[in-house]
């Protein structure tokens, strides 16, 4: 496997330079932690033959596993830096599936702006949960390899030292000392409030970040292909949105009544009261930071630098009043 890996790296690059690296420092790890025959035994960098008919083959089964996910790590990399790449020499246009491609390929065709805009509208989109085997990895499992992730783009960056380099070198090597000890994988089917752990974790944490970041990669990519971006203006879908979050906020005041029993004012009267008290005075300072915001996102628009300048620090200095407001409550 020794010479194969040194084969595809001739061929295809540098994301199985990268597995290489991964997976010396996963020997390291390895050796360092008194496991010398399985070190010896990592795929595509040893040259030898896993052995399973030892005692070691759970282990070694657990040293493949982190093996593979290692290699996807390395060619998942590989596939971002290249589209990236190719944006940056060939522009937005240059990747294929991507919105950019297509807005030039509509644009191509010479069909209207307008059309593309009132088309969008129609397309409905749903994220779904399915039972992916990935999910049957603990989530501290599923976090680590994203930080390995992290870590695997941090060292494309030219700018740090060799120094540097050796440090994000070790962090490495600490994050594959963790998930070597580390359970891998659910032995037990996990508890129904695990898994709706994990379902919420996905609405709070991960679809509104998602959301946000495609919402911006279609208006960049709409604007570089010359259209006017006020046709990307939806204020039926902000309506939806809107009515989402207030559908979601009665939800989970219900739940709470049911979880806890009693409202607020009654289980906790002085915290009810100081809320209360901050809640009026923050009603006009939330008023005036989403002016503010509506502003400094027109100034953004008309390249006027100077207003958008003073517009952000009042916008910045209104987030600071609202934090000092909520102090500890939350």
């Known amino acids: 496997m020794e ?39 990592v795929p595509w960098i040893s040259g030898n033959e896993p052995d399973f008919s030892t005692e070691n083959t759970e282990k070694l089964l657990h040293l493949f596993s982190i093996s593979f996910q290692l290699l996807n790590l390395a060619e998942v990399n590989g596939a971002v830096q290249n589209h990236r790449s190719r944006q940056g020499k060939n522009g937005l246009e240059s990747v294929s599936g991507m919105w950019g ?5 509509l644009k191509s065709k010479g069909i209207q702006e307008e059309t593309i805009a009132k088309n969008l509208e129609k397309v409905h989109a749903e994220p779904v949960l399915t039972a992916h085997p990935t ?13 390995l992730y992290l870590l695997l783009v941090k060292r494309e960056n030219s700018m740090y030292t060799s120094h540097e380099q050796e440090e994000i070198r070790q962090d490495i090597k600490q ?23 994990n379902v919420l974790y996905y609405f709070y944490k991960v679809f509104p970040e998602m959301l946000h970041y495609l919402n911006y990669k279609l208006k960049q990519a709409w604007g570089k292909a010359g259209f006017n971006p ?29 979880l806890l029993g009693s409202p607020s004012k009654e289980r906790r009267k002085n915290h009810y009261y100081s ?11 939330h008023r005036q930071q989403v002016s503010l915001l509506k502003q400094w996102r027109k100034a953004q628009k008309s390249d006027n630098n100077g207003n958008h300048d003073f517009l952000l620090h009042n916008l910045l200095r209104s987030i600071n009043v609202i934090a000092n407001a909520l102090g500890t409550t939350g």
């Open 135 to 147: 999910e049957a990895k603990r989530p501290v499992v599923l976090a680590l390899y994203r930080q």
């Open 101 to 105: 491609n297509i807005f030039s390929d």
């Open 230 to 258: 006020d046709l990307l203006e939806d204020k039926k879908v902000k309506n939806e949105i809107l009515g989402l979050l207030l559908t979601e906020l009665e939800l989970t005041r219900k739940t709470m009544l049911d």
């Open 175 to 197: 994050i594959l000392h963790k998930l070597w000890f580390i359970g891998e994988i659910f032995i037990e089917k996990p508890a129904v409030e695990s898994e709706l752990e």
């Open 275 to 285: 809320t209360q008290l901050r809640a009026e005075a923050l009603l006009p300072l």
């Open 3 to 41: 010479n194969l890996l040194n084969e595809v790296k001739v061929r295809i690059g540098k994301p199985y330079g990268d597995l290489e690296f991964l997976l010396e420092c996963f020997s390291e790890v390895l050796n360092e932690n008194n496991e010398i025959e399985l070190a010896a035994q």
